[in-house]
Each structure stands twice: as structure tokens, then as C-alpha cells.
């Protein structure tokens, strides 16, 4: 059953006259998100996967259907000049209802304050019409005042997502020039951190200079913001794939998801992390979580197939490696484990197909020898191996071990690690080593590489959750002061009435109110108001000083602001439409 406190934003339409703006239409959409996943309660699809629909016309309840939420909200965005005009509405998937929907022109200036606004109008809606959620007073904060810099860091974030090699330069350089415009604003800083880390941990450029690069940033980063989610991610970012510090990375883990508990990024790099250890539960519990909350990200399926692979469980890890392709093609991880189950269960036959229908593989070769090699006992020489090509796996290990020379293994292997090289982070658990379980040397790697506690798991609680209950004196005073507000003052007749605006009139704090309506009175805030308004209506209707009204004149006067609002809690309220219900009571009179 789909929860009902969830939603999907789905990338807003950029409608600028220039189609480069279309980093800043992502760029808001991915705010929003980041805004609402810091609401522990609601459970908020992640950029990629809600990214996935970027520009495919599909009808709302697929959409739906496949991320796993009840609501989706959807816009677009128009920058011209320094002036921004966003469009946004909120759709119940169920039945295409439209919840909620505003038009927002302003100046480019105010566009962090617009995106908090949106974002806490948008929590709103969802805590009035589904239940209790804790919202807090601002979701989004203002990280700088130069919109020219925020709009670099857009660009850089852009690029950055693109996971391309060439990409990641194209984002330093937008970083970079962020920096230039704004050396306050802390957000470009870590978005660097992560660029260089990649490109460090993968040998993608100079080691050490990427390293100096990523370590300055940091440094600069920190000392401008420490307590960020961004400053988290890029900590922990740090401490495993470029120290392979796993206790360090998770506690920086989970400082981040105490800011934004249901980050599916910060949540698959914990499933990294385990993984690297051999905390295969632990593991598989964090990237689980992930895909509840980004169904439709490739990286994720492979990080569960990886987990499988590790662990021995080869038909499982193929599985899942398929899952990650039919998301994207070209993810190269997942066919190469692929490749490499087809070595371990000895199937050549599968082994061939996965290389057929892979063309641009640059080392075709180097699999099929290796399967060769291990599994029919052909000689081969080292020099038959190609060694320039773009590597996942560490082959400098694989060959020598497959060749028979243990020896010069285990020294590329210590040479891996030293380095810290991406290919080597998971070399404990990898199948493909098992023929270095027995060696003193490998031995000895396996027990001084990590160091991890017993007590590293990933648990946020909701530190929230016991903020909004109130004693049993304040639960009646309350209580009556709701009776009071609505049977004297009338408050339902008002059109505009919201749960904040409630909460002001009987001066408690929105959160609380919140709670006590759902947990105590047992009603979501619209079924409460609402109820008022059907009975007002059902009064006026019967009332012959307003039989020159028309039905919707009445519903309009008991305070309800829509005729689909109106028709569609009438009968489910009543059990019947507002005509049949005013037929049959009429008789009665």
C-alpha cells in the first residue's frame, strides 16, 4: 500500500526563452527535493529517480505507481532578466485531484525565499489533506546573497550529476567560478571536494594533485559551514574513498542524515561503507532504504548487486546487475561483475553473450583469457593482457594471481592499497581473490587496512517525534479553545483557513496542532475543517433564505473554495452527491 504522506517532484519544465536555463529549472527542482527529504515523516523520491520522467509525457498515476508515492508535484520555471516566475501544482495520483496549485512571480534576488516558501506550502498541503508531520519553520536557507554565484553552482551541480569523466572538469571549473563570484558561499566548495575525490580515487588524475585540491577545499569549506548536510557527505566523501576511514565515514554519515534522514545518496555511500567490511546485513539494510526512496537509480541497483557478488550469491548479483542495465545500458560496473559471475559459475556461453552485447568494451580480451585462464587451465602470459584501458577492476592483482605468481599479486595488491585506489575498496570480499585467503601477506592487509566499532550503525531517530505532544491539561484546553474558534468565531466560513493560520488563532504552535488534530481529535486538518463546512452547507441548503443561491453559491458561502473540493468531500462525508442529498431531506422536511 502506498503511503499517503509521500510525493515525487518531478523536473520543472524550463520555459525561458534560452534552453541553457535548463540547469536552473533542475537546479530548483533539486532544491525543493533537498527541502522537503529534511522532513523526517515524509517520504520524498530522490533526484534521480523523479529525474528519470525529465521531459517524457506519461500520465501522472504511472508515474506514480512506479516511484511509490500518493502525490506529485510539477511545474515549471520562467527566468528572464532578474526576474523569476514559477508555476507549481499539486496532484493526487490516485485520482488526478488537484490538491493545491500558485503562480509565483519574483525578483531573482528573493529566490531562496521562494524556494522555502514553496517547499513549506507544499509540506502544508500534504500535512493538512494526509496527517501529522513535523514541519520545521524553514526548510531552505539563503547560502549566499549573489545570485550570479548560485547560479554557477547550479551549473556546476548540473554537470556534475552527468558522472562523466569530461563532466567533472566542466563542474570544477563552474565550482570554481562560483568561488570567484562568492568566496562566502560554502555550498561550491564541497561540490569540489567531490569532484576530486572522484577523480582521485579512480586515478583519473594526478593522485597527489587531486588529493591537495580536494584537501584545500575542504579546509575552506569547513571553515566557512561545518554543521552542512553538503559538509557532511563531503567528509565522509573524504574519509572512505580517499583515506578508507570507514568508522569516520559513517559517523560523518550520520551527521548528514540527522539534517535530511531519508538522503538516498548518504544512505548508498553507508552501503558502500559496510560493504567494504564485509557488513553485509548492515549493508544490504542502508541501499534497501535507498531504493525505497529512489526506486529508478542504476547506481543503486548495481550497489545491491555488488553486495550479492561479494557475498558469493551469483545468480542473485546477476539479477540485480540486469535491473541496474535496463535503467541504463551503459552502466559499466554492472556488466562487468556480470562478466566476472560468468567466471566464477564457469559459463562461457553467458560469458560470450554479455560481451556481444557489449561492444564498446575496450578489454573483451582480458575477460575471456581470464576465464580461460582459471576455469580450462590455458597458458597465458602476462603480455597478453591488455593494461591500457579504462579500469573497475583491479586486473594488476588478477593476473598475476591467475598466472601463478601469488607473490607479485599480493605487491600490485599492497601498491592498490597504499594508494587507495577505488578498484582495491572492496579487495577483502572480492570472489575473484579467494586464492589469497591463505597467504600470510594478504592476511595481514586484510586485518590492518580497516578498522570499524561495534556499534557503527546507521540509526537516526526521529529527534522530532516527541516535540509536538502536549500534556493532558494543554489537550483539553486546546481541545475546547478548537470548539470554541469554531462554533463562536466561525473561523471554517474562511476560505484561506490553513493549519497555520488555525494555529494562530488559538496560539499554538503548528507542529502541535498538527498532532493534536490527528493523534487526539483523529481527524487530518481538511477533514476537520471540512466537516464544518458540510454541516454549514447542509444548514444553508435547507435554509428558504437561500434558495436563490445556486448549490455551488452555498458551498462557496460555507466556506469551501472549489466546486471538485466541495463534490468530492460531500460524498465522501455523506455518501452521495450534494443534489440527492438536499432531494431526499427536503422530503423529509
Not at 490538491?99 to 514553496?118: G, M
Not at 566499532?453 to 489537550?475: G, P, Y
Request: charged share 25%.
Amino acid at each position: 500500500m502506498v503511503q499517503p504522506k509521500s510525493i515525487a517532484v518531478l523536473p520543472f519544465v524550463n520555459l525561458s526563452t534560452d534552453p541553457e536555463n535548463e540547469y536552473f529549472s533542475d537546479g530548483i527542482t533539486e532544491e525543493i527535493i533537498n527541502a522537503l527529504t529534511k522532513i523526517d515523516s515524509l517520504k520524498v523520491t530522490a533526484r534521480t529517480s523523479s529525474f528519470a520522467f525529465k521531459g517524457k509525457d506519461q500520465d501522472i498515476r504511472e508515474i506514480a505507481r512506479t516511484l511509490g508515492v500518493a502525490n506529485v508535484l510539477e511545474g515549471s520555471v520562467r527566468k528572464a532578466g532578474k526576474r523569476v516566475r514559477i508555476t507549481a501544482q499539486l496532484i493526487q495520483a490516485s485520482d488526478g485531484f488537484h490538491l493545491w496549485s500558485r503562480n509565483f512571480d519574483r525578483e531573482l534576488a528573493d529566490i531562496f525565499a521562494l524556494q522555502d516558501e514553496i517547499s513549506l506550502l507544499i509540506a502544508d498541503q500534504i500535512r493538512e489533506n494526509f496527517g501529522h508531520i513535523e514541519i520545521k519553520d524553514q526548510l531552505v536557507d539563503q547560502p549566499t546573497r549573489n545570485v550570479e554565484a548560485y547560479q554557477q553552482f547550479l551549473k556546476g551541480r548540473f554537470y556534475q550529476l552527468n558522472w562523466k569523466l569530461e563532466d567533472f572538469y566542466r563542474a570544477i571549473d563552474f565550482y570554481k567560478l562560483s568561488i570567484r563570484l562568492d568566496p562566502a558561499y560554502y555550498q561550491p566548495y564541497f561540490g569540489l571536494v567531490q569532484c576530486y575525490g572522484i577523480l582521485a580515487s579512480w586515478n583519473f588524475m594526478d593522485k597527489d594533485e587531486a588529493l591537495k585540491e580536494a584537501g584545500k577545499f575542504m579546509d575552506e569549506g569547513m571553515a566557512i559551514k561545518a554543521d552542512s548536510p553538503e559538509g557532511f557527505f563531503a567528509l565522509a566523501t573524504q574519509s572512505f574513498w580517499i583515506n578508507w576511514q570507514v568508522d569516520q565515514a559513517l559517523a560523518h554519515l550520520r551527521n548528514a542524515l540527522r539534517v535530511s534522514p531519508h538522503d538516498a545518496e548518504a544512505l548508498e555511500s553507508c552501503a558502500e561503507c559496510y560493504t567494504a567490511v564485509g557488513q553485509f546485513n548492515e549493508a544490504m539494510s542502508c541501499i534497501d532504504q535507498a531504493l525505497e526512496y529512489n526506486p529508478l537509480s542504476a547506481n543503486h541497483h548495481y550497489t545491491k548487486g555488488n553486495i550479492y557478488y561479494l557475498s558469493g550469491q551469483y545468480n542473485q548479483a546477476t539479477d540485480w546487475m540486469n535491473k541496474a542495465l535496463a535503467i541504463d545500458p551503459k552502466w559499466d560496473l554492472a556488466w562487468q561483475v556480470k562478466a566476472c559471475c560468468t567466471i566464477l559459475i564457469n559459463d562461457k556461453d553467458a560469458l560470450y553473450d554479455i560481451l556481444d552485447r557489449h561492444p564498446d568494451i575496450d578489454n573483451k580480451s582480458d575477460f575471456v583469457l581470464l576465464f580461460e585462464v582459471r576455469n580450462e587451465g590455458r597458458e597465458a602470459q602476462a603480455t597478453d593482457f591488455l593494461r591500457d584501458h579504462t579500469g573497475y577492476l583491479p586486473w594488476d592483482v588478477y593476473i598475476p594471481l591467475y598466472l601463478g605468481d601469488t607473490q607479485e599479486s599480493v605487491v600490485a595488491l599492497r601498491n592498490g592499497i597504499d594508494q587507495r585506489l577505488g578498484q582495491y575498496i572492496n579487495f577483502m570480499h572480492d570472489p575473484l581473490l579467494q586464492a589469497l585467503k591463505g597467504n600470510t601477506e594478504y592476511k595481514a592487509l586484510c586485518n590492518s587496512t580497516f578498522s570499524i566499532q561495534s556499534d557503527t550503525n546507521i540509526v537516526v531517530k526521529d529527534e522530532a517525534a516527541t516535540q509536538s505532544k502536549l500534556t493532558a491539561k494543554e489537550i483539553t484546553a486546546f481541545t475546547d479553545a478548537l470548539k470554541e474558534v469554531m462554533s463562536e468565531e466561525q473561523l471554517y466560513l474562511n476560505s484561506s483557513l490553513t493549519l497555520r493560520s488555525l494555529a494562530d488563532a488559538i496560539a499554538l504552535h503548528p507542529n502541535k496542532l498538527s498532532w493534536l488534530l490527528n493523534d487526539k481529535i483523529g481527524k487530518s486538518f481538511n477533514d476537520f475543517i471540512n466537516e464544518y463546512r458540510v454541516q454549514a452547507f447542509q444548514a444553508r441548503a435547507l435554509d428558504p433564505a437561500s434558495q436563490h443561491l445556486s448549490l455551488l453559491g452555498i458551498a462557496y458561502e460555507s466556506g469551501f473554495n472549489s466546486k471538485s473540493v466541495f463534490n468530492k468531500f460531500f460524498k465522501q462525508s455523506t455518501g452521495t452527491t450534494p443534489k440527492a442529498w438536499i432531494k431526499s431531506h427536503k422530503k423529509e422536511i
